[in-house]
């Protein structure tokens, strides 16, 4: 897009010494508007909390993080996002960088020694796991444990495809999840 620029230039160019001052205007064709390429949503569930938790089964294979996203704020996603998240998967466009952000509150169901709960990003196709974190629930059985997790990942074709899903699985115990919440930034817009 190109972008008008008016202003007031200063010239010395009238053999007098004294600075000219003139009028321009001038048009930049490599002007990238900056304004809308940038912006973040925040995707909270309602269904898991402390009284009603999700449970992950130990030794289990990995799960689908559950949030329907019936809580969120999209008042600051870019402009030509129409979401982040649609309730099952984070939204990739190919090329873009992305900050992803989980958080929740978690509990072991027994006292094993050092339960560990695992989260990672599913875009399937070919594509191993990215971006796994593991986490070991050391206080306790029943103990409240707070899980945050905030990295810079980058969405390419098969993420634009078929989107990324949340998984996790655990070891250890079983554990509850709940207050399941992702914020989601864009913090590159594909060229």
Not at 84 to 89: A, P, R, V
Not at 110 to 115: I, L
Not at 142 to 156: C, D, Q, R
Request: charged fraction near 20%.
């Amino acid at each position: 897009m190109a972008q008008e620029i008016i202003g007031i230039g200063i010239s010395a160019n009238d053999n007098t010494g004294d600075p000219l001052r003139t009028a321009f205007t001038k048009i930049n064709d490599n002007f990238t508007e900056v304004y809308g390429s940038s912006g973040w949503g925040n995707y909270a569930d309602t269904v898991y909390n402390t009284g009603s938790p999700f449970t992950v089964t130990s030794g289990a294979s990995a799960v689908n993080l559950p949030n329907n996203a019936s809580s969120k704020i999209e008042s600051q996603k870019p402009l030509d996002i129409t979401t982040f998240y649609d309730g099952t998967k984070i939204l990739g466009r190919n090329g873009d960088g992305i900050n992803i952000t989980i958080d929740f509150k978690c509990r072991p169901t027994s006292s094993a020694v050092s339960p560990k709960i695992t989260v990672f990003i599913d875009i399937g196709g070919a594509i191993a796991p990215l971006y796994t974190r593991d986490f070991v629930l050391s206080k306790g059985i029943g103990v409240e444990h707070y899980y945050l997790s905030s990295f810079n990942a980058y969405t390419l074709d098969t993420w634009e495809l078929n989107g990324g899903a949340v998984k996790t699985s655990c070891e250890g115990s079983n554990i509850e999840i709940y207050d399941i919440r992702y914020v989601l930034t864009r913090t590159h817009k594909a060229r």
